[in-house]
């Protein structure tokens, strides 16, 4: 559990030179992925890489293949994925699986983790696909380790979801310690989400010019961000479980 003066910003970062870049401009912690399209497990390589670039925490996405299901197979090899993250570096993982029920699957996340108990995690927008939101929230409240959760609040963008985000907010206090806001955020969604108690925020093609995922990160566009969240939330935000 972490306190930032004026909310945490993630980006999601690519490579070395985009970490340096996202730093440069006053982000808070690191999402690396493979790409920005389907978010994918990196090389455990490049984890070591983008380690050595930059200071800010790095948290790795565990992810084989698009959708949010898996099989014995790929759970072998995603705990296999997170102890190489860990030996290189990473300071946690970005992971979230489903159930044929578009259920939390409590049992195979719980296992993916269990050689790493002491690793801080991130369960991402796999919980925008669930049907039953409200389970899906409950489960969430099982998983050891958790501190935050990506999430549009909808399967498609925070725009869509904005509403839902603001509602669940104010409802629940667990949620809304642990939200992170991110999947299509757009600078005007900042102050409505900080309004109702929200200070995690993610941005992954607004930081790069035109939104282009073939553009490094901006320092200028983060720091536009980061300017944004302080003026926003200028209270002092903890972040993780209440």
Sequence with gaps: MSAHLGGLLEVVVLHAADAERAEAGGADRLELTSDLVDGLSPEPALVGQVRRATTLPIRVVLRLRQGYTTDGGEVARLKGLLSSYIAVGADGVVLGFLNGHTEVDVAVVTEILSGHPEVPWTFHRAVDACIASNRAWRDLRTLAGLDQVLTAGSARSVSEGLDDLVARAHLDQF????????????????????????????????????????????????????????????RRVTLGRP
């Design 175 to 234: 949620a809304r310690a642990l939200i992170m806001a991110g999947g299509g955020l757009l600078p005007e969604h900042v102050p409505w989400l900080a309004r109702a108690g929200i200070g995690a925020f993610q941005i992954g093609a607004a930081a790069r010019p035109l939104g282009s995922a073939k553009a490094y990160v901006d320092p200028g566009l983060v720091r536009t961000w980061r300017a944004l969240i302080d003026h926003a939330t200028p």
